[in-house]
């Protein structure tokens, strides 16, 4: 079943609406360092932005914020570090990672101030379903989850991710690839 697509620029949040922001979107509300700023930075922001204004309750899976991490520690490997450490261990065991796993602490710490951590513990999820979807490779295993856990709650999706396309869901973007995708 096709997710339904709101574009964020004209979306409006109501009180207590619950809605799972996806890692791409933090990573634009609190970049690494060495991301370089992206054209849809500024509308996640107004649009995070709004929701908070209206009252709306982000909610937040763990899954979301380890890839959020570990996204925002590999941008500042991959941007600065890579040339003195080839091996990605080597800079996690460098005193180099200390000072960007800081930064990357407080962001979360950020995150985890703003959000409600969903109520669904992993024995509620399909797990079956998940694995199902990802073997046929069109669905990443963890999107799968993300999927289930906004249709069991009737939580709404920020995302800027294209392939939310199927699932049943409500999807809210500023992608133009996904809202024409998912009318």
């Not at 620029?9 to 933090?26: G, I, K, M, P």
């Not at 490779?137 to 294209?162: E, H, P, Q, S």
């Amino acid at each position: 079943m096709k997710n339904k697509a709101y574009d964020l620029s004209s979306y409006s949040f109501s009180s207590d609406e619950q809605v799972l922001v996806d890692t791409n979107v933090w990573l634009y509300l609190f970049p690494a360092p060495g991301n370089p700023p992206h054209n849809f930075a500024q509308q996640y922001s107004t649009a995070f932005a709004n929701l908070v204004s209206a009252q709306a309750r982000p909610v937040l899976d763990p899954m979301v914020l380890s890839e959020y991490l570990n996204r925002y520690i590999r941008i500042e490997w991959e941007g600065h570090y890579r040339s003195h450490y080839p091996k990605f261990k080597d800079f996690r065991n460098s005193a180099d990672f200390s000072t960007v796993a800081s930064s990357a602490e407080t962001f979360a710490k950020r995150i985890l101030s703003f959000c409600q951590i969903h109520s669904i513990p992993a024995n509620e999820l399909d797990l079956n379903q998940a694995l199902s979807d990802f073997s046929t490779g069109g669905v990443d295993f963890n999107d799968a989850l993300l999927v289930d856990i906004c249709k069991k709650r009737n939580i709404k999706l920020m995302t800027n991710d294209g392939d939310f396309q199927d699932g049943g869901i409500e999807v809210l973007t500023t992608n133009p690839r996904l809202l024409r995708a998912c009318p």
